[in-house]
C-alpha cells in the first residue's frame, strides 16, 4: 500500500534511501527475489513527461539544462534525432503512445473528450502484454483521459493517477480505487510509488508507464531545484521576430491579440476585420522569462527520478533487460513565430525528445535519423516482447532501425482538430516528408503553409504562393490524401445523441395569431407566450413588432433540447437597431447558450458552449431591411447565412455539449446576455416567421426564400 505521507524536497540519496532499503525494512524483499528471476522476456518502462521541448535535454548542447540521466540513456543507448507527435496535444498523444494508433482511430481528437479511448477496439499495449505476454503492468501517473475520472483503468495491475491534469503540491491521488490526500511534489511523488511498486513486483516481467505531470504550466519547481538558473539565458530563437507577412491570417490575428476561449469570425478574415492585423510585424527586444526558467527547473526532478529508478533496476539485476523509453507528449513554443503553447504545425510544437536504452538490441550512442511517431512505441514493444500487434494498430515497430534498416516511411500526417478552449486554432491537416511540409486549414478560407525544411529549417518563408512550387504542392497535396485516408482520418470528433429525434422542432408565422399566443406549427406544442407585442401586416405577411418591452417566452421542453445534436434556426426579420433577437440559454451557469442579435448593424450568430465563445459575423448592415438570416451548428462548425448566401464560418470540433432544455426567448434578453460578451439589449423590429431544427438542414439558408 502506497504511504499518503510524502516528504517534499527529496534529494538523490535521500531519494535512494526512500525507495530502496526504507521499503526493504518494511519487508519488501522482491531485490532479492528479482535478481534470480528469469531474464527472457525483456520489461518495458516508459517515462513520458508534459510538454518538454525536443531540445530541453543536456545532451542536446542546451546552454544551461542539465538532464544527466537522462543523458545517460542517450549515452547507454539512443536518441531518436527525428522524433514527433501525431497530434499536438496532451491527450490524443497520450493514447497514441498507448493504442500506436492516430486520433482519428483511437478517438481522443482533443483534450475535452469527455470519455477514454475504447479498450475494446483500441486496446492499450499494457492491456495486451498484461493478457498475452505474462506482464505485470502498473500505470502511475496522468491520464488525462476519461472527463474527470481517477478512477483505475483496465489493464493495469497498479494503478495510481489523478484528476485532469493534477496539481505540483500535496496532491489527491487515487491508487487502485481509493483517493487519498498526499504530501509533497508531485514528481517525487511518482518517482518514489515508481521504485516502490518495482521493490514488491520485480520478479515477473513488467511492464510500466510512468507519466509525469511536469513540465506543464503553471511551472512549479521542486524546493531544492527553485532558482537554481537564475539569472541563465537562453538565445533568442531565430523565428521569435518572425515578421509574420508570410503567415496565414488567423495566426497574423492570434499575435495581434490572444483572447482566450472566443473566436469572432470577423477577426479572422480579409474583408473589414474588426481590429487592424498587420501585413508584417515590427522587430521586437528579445527577454528571456521568470517563467521559462521555471520551466527548465521543473524539468530537474524528472531526472532525479529516472536517475533514481535506474539505480534501482541496476541494483535488482533488471536495468539491461529493460527497454527503457524517454518521451514527451508533445513540444512547446519558447516564443518561435511570437507563440506560446503548441497545437501549431511547426517543428517546436510537433517534435518531441525521445531516447532509448536496451543495450541487447541499441548499441550505446546510436543516433537514429528517421521520422519516428508516438503511434510507434506500442508495435515497437510487442514486437520486443514476441507478442502480436492487435490488427488497429497503424504505427510501425522501430526494432528494424535499432539494425540499421533503411526501409521506412518518408513521410506522416499531421492532424489537429479545433480544441474549443483555444478556438483561434483552427482544424489542421499536414504531411511532413524529409524536405518539405504542406499545412492546410480545411475549415478557414485561409491561405496553406509550405515550407522548404531543408533550406528554411525555421519554416520562416512560406512558399504557398510560389509558382516553382507549385508541382511540389500538387506532389504533397497528394502525399497527404493518400495519407488521410490510410489512417482513417475524421474530420470531426463531434458525438451525435442518436436518442434525440431529428427534425423540425418549432415553427411560426403569425398569420391568425391572436397577439397573446403564437401556435407551434411544427407538431411539437411549443407554443409561445407574447407580452406587450402587436401583429402588424407588412409586405411579408403578418409579423410581430418587437420593441424594447416585448418578448415571446418559449417554454423549456425536451423537444427544444439541442444538447450533442446539430441545430438550424431560420427567420425573416427587418431590423431598427441594434438588439437580441433570438436567445437559448444562460451563460450564467456555466452550461451553455446561444444567440441570433445584431450588432454595429450586422446580423451575428454566437454560441457560449460552458464558457468557449464562438460569434459568427455578419459582413453588411442589415437596418432597415427584410432579410433572411439562417445559422447553424454543424459537426465541424458555425454557419452563417443572409438571404442565401454564406457569410460567415467559424471551426468548431463538437456539437452544443454544455445544453439542455432550456427557455427559448424571441426579441428581448432574460437576464445577462446569454453570450456574456456583449452588451444585453432587446431587438426593435419586426419578424414574420421562424423555424428550429434539431437537425442539420443544409437547404435552409434557400427554404424559405428572401
Known amino acids: 500500500m502506497l504511504q499518503k505521507n510524502f516528504k517534499g524536497a527529496i534529494t538523490r540519496r535521500g531519494f535512494m534511501a526512500l525507495a530502496g532499503t526504507s521499503l526493504a525494512a518494511l519487508g519488501c524483499n522482491g531485490c532479492s527475489s528479482a535478481m534470480r528471476a528469469p531474464k527472457k522476456k525483456p520489461n518495458f518502462l516508459f517515462v513520458l513527461t508534459d510538454d518538454q521541448r525536443f531540445d530541453a535535454m543536456g545532451f542536446m548542447g542546451h546552454p544551461f539544462l542539465k538532464t544527466p540521466n537522462i543523458d545517460r540513456i542517450r549515452n547507454e543507448g539512443g536518441w531518436f534525432k527525428n522524433a514527433f507527435c501525431t497530434t499536438s496535444l496532451c491527450s490524443p498523444s497520450r493514447a497514441s503512445f498507448l493504442t500506436g494508433t492516430y486520433s482519428s482511430r483511437h478517438g481522443i481528437m482533443a483534450n475535452d473528450m469527455g470519455f477514454d479511448f475504447d479498450f475494446e477496439k483500441t486496446p492499450s499495449y499494457h492491456q495486451v502484454l498484461r493478457e498475452k505476454g505474462g506482464y505485470q503492468s502498473a500505470y502511475i501517473g496522468k491520464w488525462h483521459m476519461g472527463g474527470h475520472s481517477d478512477n483505475p483503468r483496465p489493464g493495469f495491475d497498479y494503478w495510481l493517477s489523478f484528476k485532469d491534469q493534477g496539481v505540483y503540491i500535496d496532491p489527491t491521488l487515487n491508487e487502485n480505487g481509493r483517493q487519498f490526500q498526499a504530501k509533497g511534489y508531485i514528481t517525487d511523488i511518482l518517482n518514489e510509488a515508481a521504485a516502490k511498486w518495482l521493490d514488491e513486483n520485480g520478479s515477473s516481467p513488467f511492464c510500466m508507464y510512468l507519466s509525469h505531470k511536469a513540465v506543464h504550466g503553471p511551472f512549479i519547481a521542486a524546493d531544492r531545484h527553485k532558482g537554481v538558473y537564475k539569472g541563465k539565458q537562453l538565445a533568442e530563437p531565430v523565428s521569435y521576430n518572425d515578421p509574420m507577412t508570410s503567415k496565414p491570417l488567423w495566426q497574423r490575428a492570434l499575435v495581434k491579440e490572444w483572447v482566450k476561449d472566443s473566436y469572432r469570425s470577423r477577426d479572422y478574415r480579409k474583408e473589414n476585420p474588426a481590429r487592424h492585423i498587420p501585413v508584417s510585424y515590427p522587430k521586437r527586444d528579445y527577454k528571456f522569462e521568470e517563467f521559462q526558467r521555471e520551466y527548465y527547473e521543473a524539468i530537474l526532478a524528472v531526472d532525479d527520478g529516472l536517475g533514481a529508478i535506474m539505480d534501482k533496476l541496476e541494483a535488482m539485476g533488471r536495468l539491461d533487460n529493460t527497454v527503457i523509453v524517454f518521451a514527451g507528449d508533445n513540444g ?274 454566437g454560441v457560449n458552449d460552458g464558457g468557449r465563445i464562438a460569434v459568427a459575423d455578419g459582413m453588411e448592415s442589415c437596418l432597415g431591411k427584410w432579410i433572411h438570416l439562417a445559422a447553424t451548428v454543424n459537426f465541424d462548425k458555425l454557419e452563417m447565412f443572409v438571404d442565401g448566401k454564406k457569410v460567415a464560418s467559424v471551426p468548431r470540433g463538437r456539437y452544443l455539449k454544455f445544453f439542455g432544455s432550456k427557455t427559448l426567448t424571441i426579441g428581448r434578453e432574460q437576464g445577462k446576455q446569454v453570450l456574456g460578451m456583449i452588451p444585453a439589449g432587446s431587438f426593435k423590429g419586426l419578424i414574420s416567421d421562424l423555424v428550429f431544427y434539431r437537425q442539420y438542414k443544409s437547404d435552409l439558408a434557400k427554404s424559405i426564400g428572401s
Not at 473 to 479: A, D, F, G, P, T
Not at 490 to 496: D, I, M, N, P
Open 332 to 605: 512547446y513554443f519558447m516564443g518561435e513565430h511570437r507563440m506560446g503553447d503548441k497545437r501549431c504545425a511547426y517543428e517546436e510544437s510537433i517534435r518531441i525528445p525521445m531516447v532509448i536504452r536496451y543495450p541487447k538490441l541499441v548499441k550505446p550512442g546510436t543516433t537514429i535519423e528517421q521520422m519516428v511517431l508516438n503511434v510507434d512505441l506500442a508495435p515497437t514493444f510487442y514486437e520486443l516482447a514476441g507478442v502480436e500487434a492487435p490488427s488497429c494498430v497503424q504505427g510501425e515497430s522501430m526494432v528494424r532501425l535499432f539494425k540499421n534498416s533503411k526501409d521506412w516511411r518518408k513521410s506522416f500526417l499531421y492532424t489537429y482538430w479545433v480544441d474549443l478552449n483555444y478556438p483561434q486554432y483552427p482544424r489542421t491537416v499536414a504531411v511532413r516528408t524529409e524536405d518539405f511540409k504542406l499545412v492546410t486549414y480545411p475549415d478557414t478560407d485561409d491561405i496553406s503553409e509550405l515550407y522548404n525544411l531543408k533550406k528554411d529549417p525555421y519554416e520562416m518563408d512560406n512558399l504557398i504562393a510560389e509558382p516553382a512550387y507549385r508541382e511540389k504542392i500538387v506532389q504533397l497535396q497528394k502525399e497527404l490524401d493518400r495519407l488521410v485516408s490510410e489512417t482513417d482520418y475524421k474530420e470531426s470528433y463531434a458525438v451525435l445523441d442518436k436518442t434525440k429525434k431529428q427534425g423540425l422542432m418549432l415553427k411560426y408565422d403569425f398569420e391568425n395569431c391572436d397577439g397573446k399566443t403564437v401556435k407551434d406549427l411544427s407538431g411539437n406544442s411549443n407554443n409561445g407566450n407574447i407580452s406587450n407585442a402587436d401583429i402588424v401586416t407588412t409586405e411579408k405577411g403578418a409579423a410581430l413588432r418587437c420593441s424594447p418591452q416585448t418578448s415571446v417566452i418559449v417554454e423549456q421542453s425536451s423537444s427544444l433540447d439541442t444538447s450533442n445534436c446539430p441545430l438550424s434556426v431560420g427567420l425573416r426579420f427587418k431590423a431598427e437597431s441594434d438588439g437580441t433577437i433570438l436567445s437559448q440559454g444562460d451563460a450564467r451557469k456555466g452550461a451553455g447558450a446561444w444567440s441570433l442579435f445584431v450588432e454595429d448593424g450586422v446580423p451575428c450568430f
